[in-house]
């Protein structure tokens, strides 16, 4: 796709497209009754889709919300299905071809092919090399304040609409921004807010990089690093950074944001990070081992198979297998006596 999008709505709005956009909205959700309902019509509602959105009638229905306390409180927005599919529509076919290609190559967060692993190992990387080059240097680790609460919506379309040449098209982004009537904050929950939000701190990854001109700086949504030479370098970056924010986007820094001597290391997606070993934090700790013991009372109970089980650890288990866990692995899966779920597994294969 071009740089700039401008003709393109009614080329991809077509009965074709939003299928796949259903098709790809449902993977992993078929259970779910909202969807079952939608399967047994699909053609009439993909065809009803088609015609709003043709005619531009389509209204953007309300959200249902509830909480997740994981891995902090969180209000959840979550809206009808049929809009999901236009979300998915509107992301695939347009702003991820004409955006994600703009974004720098150190910003990880819903880009296909990078995430957190990647970004963490890049992170260790880049320290390892800033010791052989300069021995000491400094850390600066920076987070957005409330960052998807406090999204301008105004700001946002400027940016969008330097790209997006598209009246027709800016016309349902609109129609899914101010869904909620709110001229701040992005919905958790929206497939869209993932995209917008990334694209909402480009313009600092973009600043940070060509205006500043700093090598080693990594984003994951709103958390980054920075690794400099000298401490007066990190204060001047940090001050620059906090004017571009609050003058640019509306936003600001929080607690959570310091400047480090090197051989301290960083908390970044999880993981504290230093030049020889990369660790799970404490608090992911604690989780995963209460989890674990959760799951081995299960297990010993006979309420669930160790096959369960090891469904329920996966992402845990993802989240700790590029980190340095060879004590904590053996201490929670292979000490006797303890309902070993790994060996468990074994068997019943």
Not at 78 to 105: A, G, M, T
Not at 142 to 159: H, Q
Not at 256 to 266: A, E, H, L, P
Request: with cysteine; charged share 35%.
């Amino acid at each position: 796709m071009p740089k700039t999008i401008k003709n393109k709505y009614y080329k991809y709005l077509t009965f074709d497209k939003l299928m796949e956009a259903h098709l790809r909205s449902r993977k992993g959700k078929g259970y779910r009754k909202e969807v079952i309902l939608f399967n047994l019509k699909q053609e009439e509602y993909i065809m009803y889709l088609l015609e709003v959105l043709r005619n531009k009638s389509y209204k953007h229905g309300g959200y249902s919300t509830f909480y997740v306390t994981e891995p902090k409180l969180r209000k959840i927005e979550k809206s009808r299905y049929i809009d999901r599919i236009v979300h998915r529509w509107l992301v695939d076919n347009f702003l991820e071809p004409c955006f994600v290609p703009s974004f720098i190559c150190c910003s990880y967060a819903c880009i296909k092919k990078r995430g957190m692993h990647k970004a963490c190992l890049d992170v260790q990387r880049a320290i390892r090399h800033c010791k052989n080059i300069w021995g000491s240097y400094y850390i600066l680790k920076m987070d957005v304040t409330k960052y998807f609460e406090n999204i301008n919506k105004e700001i946002l379309l400027g940016i969008l609409e330097r790209k997006i040449l598209d009246k027709d098209l800016m016309w349902l982004i609109k129609e899914i921004l101010y869904a909620n009537k709110r001229k701040v904050g992005l919905e958790i929950g929206n497939y869209t807010s993932q995209i917008f939000a990334n694209i909402y701190l480009n313009e600092v990854d973009q600043y940070v990089k060509k205006i500043l001109g700093i090598k080693y700086y990594f984003r994951y949504m709103d958390d980054s690093v920075l690794l400099v030479s000298s401490k007066e370098e990190a204060k001047y970056c940090l001050e620059k950074i906090k004017l571009f924010l609050d003058k640019k986007l509306g936003l600001s820094l929080n607690k959570k944001t310091q400047i480090f001597k090197s051989k301290q290391g960083v908390n970044f997606c999880g993981y504290k990070i230093n030049e020889y070993r990369l660790k799970i934090r404490d608090k992911g700790k604690r989780k995963l081992k209460k989890k674990v013991r959760k799951l081995k009372c299960l297990v010993k109970d006979g309420k669930i198979s160790s096959i369960e089980a090891k469904k329920y650890l996966v992402g845990h288990m993802g989240y700790i297998k590029v980190a340095d866990t060879y004590n904590l692995e053996n201490k929670l899966f292979y000490r006797e006596g303890e309902g070993n779920i790994k060996n468990r597994i074994k068997k019943e294969k």
